[in-house]
Every structure is written in C-alpha cells, then in structure tokens.
C-alpha cells in the first residue's frame, strides 16, 4: 500500500512538474504586447479654447480616435498642433497619435475639462524632463529602413559642430556666398553640409534648393539632360537670409555615384530675384565623403 502511495505521489510531482515547464514556455514563446507599450501623454482640452503642442520635429501624420475631437497643423508651423473638443462636455475618454518626420510614435488620451491647467505643451521639453521613453520609433518608406531618428541626429550634430572639411566648392556673386562645407556618409545614406553668406543689405529669399546630376559638358550652360536628386531630410526648413548674416544646412540623400563625364549640381534660387548661385560636385568629391564613423559619435 505504502509502495502504491509513493507511486502516485511521484507520479503527481511529474506532472506537476511538466505543467509548470509548459506554462513558462507559453510565456517566453509568447511575448507579451505591454513588453513594448508605448506610454500616452495625458491630455485635457475645452471646446471653447484651442491647445497648442508644440513637437520637436514636423509633424507627418495624425489620426484622432473619435469626433469628440477636431485637430490641424499650424499655418507657417510644420511642427505645432492645434486640437481642441469638437463636442461639449462629452464624457468618455478618447485619443489621438501623431507621428512626426524624425521618426517618433505619439500618443495622447484626452478628457474634457471646460477649465484646461494646461492649454499649451512644448513636448522635446517634455521629453526630456520624463524619465520614461514616451514615444516609439518609427520607420518611412522613403528612409528604405534607415532609422529616422539616427537621420535626424546625424543631421543635428553634423550641423552644430558646422566644421569645414571641404574648401575647393563655392560659388559667390551678387554678395551672395554659398559652400560645400562637408560631405559624410553613413551606410548607404549622403549628408550634405551647405552654409549661405549673404553680404549685402537685402535679404535673400530662398525659394527653393534643387540636387541633380548633369553631363559634364553641359553643366554651365542650359540643361537639357538632367537627373534630379531629392533630399530624403534637411536640418532647417528654408528660410530667409537676412542681410549681413549667414545660415547652413545639412541635406540627407540616398547613396549615389557619378560617371566620369557627370557632376552633380546643388543649386539654390531666390524668390523673384537673380542671385541664383551654383555648386558643382564631382565623384571624386563623393567617394572622398567622411564617415560618420569617424566623427566618433556612439552609433551602430
């Protein structure tokens, strides 16, 4: 009897045993989703005021989790978000995401309050107060997998630090200087570092910069074959030049090379003025880019 009795128990014990060892391999093989949640601001808004979050980079997508709410970018402010309750008083709880173009996931629960604390929020402030990760990272066609938000830190350092490894590129005329500071490259990615100097006393209006790849034969003279080049991401939107001042920027584009008889053109035009200006960039110029490696930033 005592014999049977031991049996069973170690019987019992061995399943026991197995059950345990099949829950905890259900539970590693299964991740669990809040492993990766992504924590949300909270938020309160009024109908008969309008709050403003301001973010550190423009603002690409967002989608609002119910009418309760109504949402729209700032005029003339890629970055600022207006939103504000589209219904009075209403009761439940409800939510909105934005992405914006560094690449960063973020997500905000909303009540009604018809007296706000709060009416305005600076949300890189914000970041950087909170010990906790509030947003996630998020990855754009265009980038082909590269992380938008080492982009953007590549182009902010390469900015700040605003050295001159390249002296032989440059155009001037009409008071206007425009240079080549530098070119780096970080995997399969460009990024062009670009200063204007504007010596005279009218400002210069940027209307728009153009990247694109001409016969060499031709480049001085009216294109008539031309591959153009778009930027993936620039530092700084284009503004202004104000008289006497200068101003750079840094433009991210996909890995290329030229053909001995290509150069590659980066031209910058004024709005409803002639003091268009011209740099002329050759392979020799590009496969002597600087890695990003070099510049001893602790990346991957």
């Known amino acids: 009897m005592k014999t049977v009795l031991k049996t069973i128990m170690v019987l019992s014990l061995l399943v026991g045993c197995h059950t345990c060892l099949l829950a905890q391999k259900s539970i590693v093989g299964t991740p669990k989703?809040?492993?990766?949640?992504?924590e949300p601001y909270l938020m309160e808004v009024t109908y008969n005021k309008t709050s403003h979050l301001i973010f550190p980079a423009s603002i690409r997508y967002v989608d609002l989790g119910s009418d309760y709410l109504i949402a729209g970018k700032a005029e003339d402010a890629q970055n600022v978000l207006r939103v504000k309750a589209a219904v009075r008083n209403f009761e439940e709880e409800t939510n909105f995401s934005v992405i914006t173009?560094?690449?960063r996931f973020y997500n905000f629960n909303v009540?009604?309050?018809p007296y706000p604390k709060t009416m305005n929020y600076d949300l890189l402030k914000m970041r950087k107060l909170v010990q906790r990760e509030t947003s996630g990272e998020v990855f754009f066609e265009e980038l082909s997998g590269y992380s938008s938000s080492l982009a953007e830190l590549l182009l902010e350092t390469i900015y700040k630090r605003d050295r001159r490894i390249i002296k032989h590129i440059g155009s001037k005329s009409y008071g206007i200087e425009f240079l080549l500071k530098g070119i780096y490259i970080h995997?399969?990615?460009?990024?062009?570092?670009?200063?204007l100097y504007n010596d005279s006393n009218v400002p210069f209006q940027i209307d728009f910069v153009n990247f694109?790849?001409?016969d060499k034969k031709i480049a001085k003279r009216t294109v008539v074959q031309e591959r153009p080049l778009m930027p993936l991401r620039m530092y700084k939107p284009l503004m202004p030049i104000e008289g006497n001042s200068v101003e750079q920027n840094v433009f991210l584009l996909d890995q290329f090379t030229l053909t001995d008889d290509k150069v590659l053109l980066i031209e910058i035009f004024e709005r409803n003025g002639g003091r268009h200006q011209v740099l002329q960039v050759e392979n020799s110029d590009l496969v002597k880019a600087k890695r990003i490696k070099d510049m001893h930033l602790k990346i991957n």
């Open 33 to 38: 989703l809040n492993l990766g949640k992504v």
């Open 101 to 103: 173009e560094d690449g």
């Open 111 to 113: 009540k009604y309050n």
């Open 187 to 195: 995997h399969d990615k460009f990024y062009f570092h670009t200063q």
């Open 212 to 214: 694109k790849v001409v």
